[in-house]
């Protein structure tokens, strides 16, 4: 299990003038897509603060509840704070899921996500997390992508997006969308070049031994050749537990679901981690 911070009473504390970073967690979070970013954001604040550029970022999990989030991966994560606790936000970042489809109908993390990116500088979602971001109004009159096998359910659903199918990630304004969950780190690069400027990002990359990946032009993802058709991927959405059932070992879960208005398809009552 991830415990996303250390406890309250052996925190310094907060710097209001700090950069907050939230990370998004939900039952059923792709473990890649949420602590590979995460990691890369948190060096470079801390690059940024030695070199004098910035305070050091602040860096949280929020969730709907305070209890742990499971990931298909078998790893769990204990958010720092509800989405209701949460009142600045300067970057977001949703992950992508088997669930993701299902939490995209839960009207309070929409809720949430509506009211925090209003003041936030950058707004980011990998994977299939651009369900939720599209579901919330945010990729409205943008450029977006997704993960190749999202394209069928969600293009149709939300016409008032560009949907660049091969894009590897895309930039517009103040949102950046990554394709599957391995684009998370580029996603991520994104967001420290935005933040503190190119020198930091080539001061993080050198750090980590590799570096975001950046198109001469947003359709040149190797991987985006061929969009994945609808099939398998309407399995999973119209019942994700399929995909939790052949992917986490059964000691680490119990096989329920939450299920939100709007949702159309047969799903248990709640998730419960064993």
């Known amino acids: 299990m991830v415990a996303a911070s250390s406890p309250a ?63 298909p991966q078998g790893c769990a994560i204990v958010p720092d704070a509800t989405w209701s606790e949460v009142e600045k936000a300067d970057i977001i970042l949703v992950p992508g899921g088997f669930s993701a489809i299902i939490e995209s109908s839960n009207p309070t993390l929409l809720d949430f996500l509506r009211r925090v ?23 409205d009159k943008k450029s977006a992508t997704t993960s190749k096998a999202s394209f069928p359910t969600l293009a149709p659903n939300h016409p008032k997006t560009n949907w660049v199918p ?42 980590v031994g590799g570096g975001g990946w950046r198109p001469a032009n947003w359709d040149e993802d190797e991987f985006g050749r061929g969009v994945v058709k609808a099939g398998a991927y309407r399995v999973w959405a119209a019942s994700p537990m399929a995909y939790m059932n052949e992917f986490v070992p059964r000691s680490h879960i119990h096989l329920h679901h939450v299920r939100h208005s709007g949702v159309h398809c047969p799903l248990p009552s709640s998730i419960s981690i064993g």
């Open 9 to 71: 009473s052996s925190r310094p504390r907060a710097d209001p003038t700090a950069l907050v970073v939230v990370g998004v967690a939900y039952d059923g979070w792709e473990a890649e897509s949420l602590l590979a970013p995460l990691s890369v954001i948190h060096r470079a604040s801390n690059v940024a603060e030695r070199s004098g550029k910035s305070t050091r970022a602040r860096v949280l999990v929020a969730a709907e509840k305070k209890r742990a989030c499971l990931s």
């Open 117 to 139: 990116s209003k003041n936030a500088k950058l707004v980011a979602s990998v994977s299939s997390g651009a369900a939720i971001l599209a579901k919330a109004g945010l990729l």
């Open 166 to 207: 091969r894009a590897r990630f895309i930039a517009d304004d103040r949102l950046v969308t990554g394709a599957g969950v391995a684009s998370a780190v580029d996603v991520a690069f994104e967001i420290v070049r935005t933040i503190w400027g190119s020198q930091i990002e080539r001061s993080v990359a050198s750090l």
